[in-house]
């Protein structure tokens, strides 16, 4: 089986992801679940180790020789992938997540109109969190392609792989790659400060090192956008100042308190009449929360988020509400993604 084939074939099915195991046929996932191409083909060691070697340079095999996984981005025919081989017993394995080739706007994609105000921002912390494969990095390309066509601006992308490619408008856009462009995480966090940018996009805030890092470019005047893998604004929260030792806790809500402007909670819920629609929780920087993170009250979060819409403000609950009463997806379904079911019905009850 070629490669190239199954690329062409997760692009006619409009696949989010391609996986590659030892023993299993290759995998689609279409609208958020998982089916096999229908060939019958059952992988062996040597297919996959064929059909990985087919996207990989000599170096790149190295590494994953080496380390038994690699990240790197991909570009084909059918389209950019961005992707993870590893080992699983004693296999190589591979994840492609098919990366589309033009970036929809915030309004194609059905997101939050709140967006449109974070992208006006000359200078702050805009986080985009949700679970893997919920459609942060499609979020955030949006935004930054609001940027580069209608600023001047230079735009700084730090990414491990990077996903989206930003064509040259109105902005100058610099795309760093980890491994192949920059050595390290930190090297090209200590660096960008050097690179005269306006705004820089941290593909994952992993770290003690990456967090502290993104909190200090904001503090010297620049707009950050980056993702977490959190559930929840005040999750998101409580992550990033449970990274750092105790000792420097209290001094780190004092930072994300005055830096933060807002956290956009993503899910992609699946839909009555299309395959999979955005809902998101919002949280955005008010005297209220900037109070709470500085005293070390994110449990107090969720409250502040469910009393302030008047701020743009919506709690997970209350956005799959929204989405059950516009006809976009079913009330059990709604149900299902609300990490408070109690709150979600009582919420459906009064109104619907």
Not at 66 to 88: C, H, M, W
Not at 105 to 120: A, H, R, T
Not at 263 to 285: D, G, N
Not at 289 to 306: P, Y
Request: negative net charge; charged residues 20%; hydrophobic residues 45%.
């Amino acid at each position: 089986m070629d490669i190239q084939f199954i690329f062409s074939e997760a692009k006619r099915k409009e696949a989010s992801d391609i996986h590659l195991i030892v023993g299993s046929p290759p995998m689609l996932r279409v609208a958020g679940i998982l089916m096999p191409i229908e060939t019958g083909q059952i992988l062996t060691d040597e297919d996959i180790n064929t059909l990985i070697f087919a996207t990989i340079s000599t170096e790149q095999k190295e590494i994953l020789e080496t380390n038994k996984e690699i990240d790197y981005s991909l570009s084909t025919p059918s389209g950019r992938f961005r992707v993870n081989a590893y080992t699983q017993k004693n296999s190589l394995a591979a994840s492609f997540r098919l990366i589309p080739a033009v970036i929809k706007s915030i309004e194609e994609l059905g997101l939050p109109l709140i967006c449109n105000e974070f992208v006006k921002l000359h200078q702050g912390l805009v986080l985009v969190t949700g679970p893997t494969g919920h459609g942060k990095s499609t979020t955030i390309a949006a935004m930054i392609n609001v940027i580069n066509q209608t600023k001047a601006l230079h735009i700084v992308t730090i990414e491990d792989p990077i996903e989206f490619v930003y064509s040259p408008s109105l902005s100058v856009v610099s795309q760093r790659q980890m491994h192949t462009d920059t050595h390290s995480w930190n090297m090209a966090l200590r660096s960008v400060l050097r690179e005269d940018p306006d705004v820089v996009l941290i593909g994952e805030m992993r770290d003690l090192e990456t967090i502290q890092a993104a909190l200090t470019i904001v503090e010297t005047g620049h707009l950050v956008f980056a993702t977490l893998h959190t559930n929840s604004s005040a999750q998101t929260i409580d992550r990033i100042v449970d990274v750092f030792p105790s000792n420097q806790q209290s001094q780190i809500r004092i930072q994300l308190s005055s830096v933060l402007e807002g956290i956009i909670s993503m899910r992609l819920v699946p839909a009555l009449a299309v395959a999979r629609v955005p809902v998101a929780e919002i949280l955005t920087a008010t005297p209220a929360i900037r109070t709470l993170i500085r005293e070390g009250k994110s449990h107090l979060i969720d409250n502040v988020i469910q009393t302030s819409s008047e701020f743009g403000m919506i709690s997970l609950e209350g956005a799959l509400v929204s989405s059950v009463k516009a006809g976009l997806i079913s009330k059990d379904v709604g149900a299902s993604y609300a990490l408070k079911p109690e709150e979600y019905w009582r919420l459906i009850k009064g109104t619907i």
